[in-house]
């Protein structure tokens, strides 16, 4: 499967060119691989011992790519299910009170914590993010950040991938249209932005960037960080539990989508529908 790496390298930039390196991180989106290959280069940065950062020709970057860096610690998992138990968070909490060997940095990875981490053991890691230990990082991936704990996530910076397909312009547009329209005190703007989903590919396509949207705004609402100013507009206006309604009635328009519905009909239900839930006292 290709990787757009460049995409994925410009997104940690600002890690490169400076040395505020967060305590922890939580990349989530686009495919299993580009998280894992986000994940990889993120280490690199963080155990990286030259001034432009990663090079990828140091000792320590060498040792980061051929994944033996005594440094970078990757979270065990047991069972069919691939799941982080207690013991390893245990372990993990363990080990971050020592010292890095080689690197500046000691980087500790958990892969797919929103499906590998029970709320249970999602408890027990919050106790070292709550007081991480000096010259840490702690790099989580998911899917979908919004099956992790609220708490969790005002402790991380989330950075979201976009997936590899590219969203044209006229989709992003047509969003924030519907996003405008959601926040707006005139429901004609709602109406008019939903009604231009004339077509099935186009409501879907639309409809995932919204998502996309709503998912970044819950995160702000529970403490973490973005520079989408939608989502951040999305995040001082509405209640976190509007943004997870308006999650939810987006996933099952798309979902209806799928169905052979009148499109008029759903573009009128779902504008109904961000209505209510955006007006809700």
Not at 22 to 35: C, F, K, N, Q, Y
Not at 105 to 110: A, E, H, M, P, S
Not at 161 to 169: F, G, M, P, Q, R
Not at 205 to 226: C, F, M, P
Request: charged share 25%.
């Amino acid at each position: 499967m290709d990787i757009n790496k460049t995409q994925i390298e410009a997104v940690f930039s600002k890690y490169t060119e400076s040395d505020r390196m967060p305590h922890a991180v939580l990349i989530e989106g686009s495919t299993s691989d580009a998280r894992r290959y986000a994940t990889q280069y993120l280490s690199r940065i963080a155990v990286c011992s030259c001034s432009t950062r990663p090079c990828d020709t140091c000792k320590n970057c060498t040792k980061a790519l051929l994944g033996g860096h005594s440094d970078i610690y990757t979270a065990k998992t047991a069972g069919k299910t691939n799941s982080i138990n207690i013991e390893s968070i245990r372990d993990l909490i363990k080990d971050a009170s020592i010292k890095p060997n080689e690197a500046d940095t000691k980087v500790f990875i958990l892969h797919d914590v929103d499906t590998s981490m029970s709320e249970i053991v999602q408890n027990a890691f919050l106790k070292v993010l709550e007081e991480p230990p000096q010259r840490t990082l702690f790099i989580l991936t998911a899917k979908s950040s919004s099956r992790m704990l609220s708490t969790i996530l005002s402790r991380v910076q989330v950075i979201s991938l976009k997936n590899d397909d590219t969203v044209s312009e006229e989709t992003q547009e047509l969003a924030k249209n519907i996003v405008e329209g959601i926040l707006s005190l005139s429901e004609v703007k709602l109406l008019y932005a939903t009604n231009k989903l004339s077509t099935r590919p186009l409501f879907k396509e639309v409809l995932g960037v919204v998502s996309e949207y709503l998912r970044l705004a819950l995160n702000i609402s529970v403490g973490a960080k973005s520079d989408n100013e939608y989502a951040v507009a999305i995040a001082k206006k509405l209640t976190k539990s509007k943004i997870i309604g308006l999650i939810e009635i987006t996933s099952k328009a798309i979902i209806r989508a799928d169905r052979n519905v009148n499109m008029n009909l759903l573009c009128t239900w779902l504008c109904g529908e961000y209505r209510r839930i955006s007006w809700l006292r």
